[in-house]
């Protein structure tokens, strides 16, 4: 089972709302991760969770708030975003681990977000 | 830093072959990725290559040379449902705990009736 969850599968939000994004892993996964993709463009990493902490930030402005509770779950909390925030959000998850194709990456089917 | 390339565009018949080509330069290599993307969907693994030479799985294979920093994704008997972008990725870590993937920007593949 390569399965990874996400909740909502679309989103729209105004500018001043607050809303979360849920990712879901049962694979034993010990790292998540959270990217942005705009239409035509590759994922950008936002965030890196390894063993339930964060380990790696891409410099992600602050309106973007992430939480890992447990080594299943990932959350990514929206506040007062910009309409330039509009995009597919993906999480994916991994082994913690290098080498041999461990660190393959499995992409949930992302959030669509529409920020008006 | 990390230098991945690959061509914007490339179309093809249906029942062809075709080649999309990877070039890379990173500051660390610990594998190769393949993955592939349908419009609005997530991506979805393809292959992994760590070793030189070529992996093969059904009708995709992947072929790596670490010297050159190049790789290729093949794909035969074409079908309509290969029409997908294709994303080159380099597990490029100098740290043991840094698991990031370094995206190329992708290859979109036409397949043609």
């Known amino acids: 089972d390569t399965e990874v969850t996400q909740t909502p599968k679309h989103l729209v939000m105004g500018m001043t709302n607050k809303k979360s994004l849920k990712c879901e892993q049962h694979?034993?996964?010990?790292?998540m991760y959270w990217y942005k993709q705009k239409a035509k463009k590759p994922p950008e990493l936002m965030f890196v969770y390894s063993y339930e902490k964060l380990s790696i930030n891409e410099s992600v402005p602050s309106r973007f708030s992430p939480e890992c509770p447990n080594s299943s779950l990932l959350n990514l909390h929206l506040h007062a975003l910009q309409p330039e925030d509009s995009a597919l959000y993906l999480c994916a998850s991994s082994q913690a681990v290098l080498g041999m194709g461990q660190e393959t990456q499995y992409f949930g089917p992302g959030t669509r977000l529409l920020v008006l | 830093g990390q230098n991945i390339d690959q061509p914007t565009e490339m179309t093809a018949t249906e029942g062809a072959i075709v080649q999309i080509n990877c070039t890379y330069q990173?500051?660390?290599?610990?594998?190769l990725f393949w993955y592939q993307q349908h419009a609005g969907e997530a991506p979805t693994f393809l292959s992994y290559n760590v070793l030189d030479g070529l992996e093969e799985k059904g009708r995709f294979s992947s072929f790596l040379s670490r010297s050159k920093g190049y790789s290729y994704l093949l794909l035969k008997e074409l079908q309509m449902k290969d029409s997908a972008s294709y994303l080159c990725?380099?597990?490029?870590?100098?740290?043991?705990?840094?698991?990031?993937?370094?995206f190329g920007a992708g290859t979109t593949v036409t397949v043609r009736a």
């Open positions: 694979m034993g996964h010990r790292a």
């Open positions: 990173t500051s660390g290599f610990n594998g």
């Open positions: 990725a380099v597990s490029g870590a100098l740290r043991s705990n840094d698991y990031k993937l370094s």
